[in-house]
């Protein structure tokens, strides 16, 4: 554990709905990060009561994989956050900007991305140091199962300094956590649809994409987007489009 608590005390099945402070007591981060946990367990329960396990706004659906700007839909051309379109080479796929919600979290792009650049992938490094290759930019084309990956990252004062309040002159203070997210690519067979691809892991073709979501916070947290394979035969090297059933 990277932070320094004393414990940590959610439970849903307590169904409490504040902490409240007392006068003269002694103050303990377990109580204030129970008011947290029970605030986000509360938006992101009716989160999923509202929108589904998965959804995304109308006006700012976000994370559809396109090849090009020809890709892109009136409304998304229009949008900031989708232009100017970065350089893309050649193997790779844009992730458009937008928001989108998996199993009650909310998933923020803020600038249209090559998937080989997205925000939250390891470096290069860290891929050599665990012998591993990153899959995009794609050196041979191929079908492919594409997901949404949320889960929540720890962040301290060494991970982003600015947390750390200078006038204290060195100690730390309070942590965070992250909405972190990529999107992700399983091998699938040749013709592969939503309906066969990765039976297990595709629980429904449809609007709705998400594994169903469990009673504890953290499972909740690893919603996942899942995306049906559609070969288009496009321009080499690509041969696949990968985007939402």
Same mark, same amino acid.
């Given at each position: 554990m990277k932070a320094d608590l004393t414990r940590l005390t959610f439970d849903p099945a307590k169904h409490y709905r504040a902490v409240h402070q007392q006068q003269g007591r002694v103050q303990l981060d377990s109580d204030w990060n129970e008011q947290l946990d029970i605030?986000?367990?509360r938006v992101e329960t009716e989160t999923v009561d509202v929108i589904g396990t998965c959804g995304a706004p109308l006006h700012?659906?976000?994370?559809?994989?396109? /090849?090009?700007? *020809? +890709?892109?839909? #009136?409304?998304? /051309?229009?949008? *900031? +956050?989708?232009? #100017?379109?970065? /350089?893309?080479? *050649?193997g790779d796929l844009l992730i458009t900007a937008g928001r989108f919600y998996a199993g009650g979290v909310l998933a923020e792009n803020d600038r249209i991305t090559p998937v080989s650049a997205q925000p939250d992938l390891p470096s290069v490094d860290n891929f050599a140091k665990l012998g591993a290759t990153p899959l995009f930019p794609l050196k041979t084309p191929g079908t492919f199962l594409a997901y949404l990956d949320l889960w929540p990252r720890h962040r301290t004062?060494?991970?982003?300094?600015?947390?750390?309040e200078v006038a204290?002159?060195?100690?730390?203070?309070?942590?965070r956590t992250k909405n972190a997210w990529q999107v992700?690519?399983?091998p699938a067979p040749d013709g592969a649809t939503c309906?066969?691809?990765?039976?297990?892991?595709?629980?429904?073709?449809?609007?709705?994409?998400s594994a169903a979501p469990t009673p504890q916070r953290a499972p909740r947290m690893r919603?996942?987007?899942?995306?049906?394979?559609r070969p288009t035969g496009l321009p080499a090297p690509l041969t696949f489009q990968l985007g939402l059933c």
């Amino acid at each position: 554990m990277k932070a320094d608590l004393t414990r940590l005390t959610f439970d849903p099945a307590k169904h409490y709905r504040a902490v409240h402070q007392q006068q003269g007591r002694v103050q303990l981060d377990s109580d204030w990060n129970e008011q947290l946990d029970i605030t986000a367990h509360r938006v992101e329960t009716e989160t999923v009561d509202v929108i589904g396990t998965c959804g995304a706004p109308l006006h700012a659906d976000g994370f559809r994989l396109v /090849a090009n700007a *020809a +890709g892109l839909s #009136p409304d998304e /051309a229009a949008r *900031a +956050g989708n232009t #100017p379109l970065p /350089a893309l080479g *050649a193997g790779d796929l844009l992730i458009t900007a937008g928001r989108f919600y998996a199993g009650g979290v909310l998933a923020e792009n803020d600038r249209i991305t090559p998937v080989s650049a997205q925000p939250d992938l390891p470096s290069v490094d860290n891929f050599a140091k665990l012998g591993a290759t990153p899959l995009f930019p794609l050196k041979t084309p191929g079908t492919f199962l594409a997901y949404l990956d949320l889960w929540p990252r720890h962040r301290t004062a060494i991970d982003d300094p600015s947390m750390r309040e200078v006038a204290l002159g060195g100690p730390d203070t309070a942590t965070r956590t992250k909405n972190a997210w990529q999107v992700k690519f399983l091998p699938a067979p040749d013709g592969a649809t939503c309906a066969t691809a990765r039976p297990s892991t595709t629980r429904r073709c449809g609007k709705s994409h998400s594994a169903a979501p469990t009673p504890q916070r953290a499972p909740r947290m690893r919603g996942r987007l899942n995306s049906c394979p559609r070969p288009t035969g496009l321009p080499a090297p690509l041969t696949f489009q990968l985007g939402l059933c």
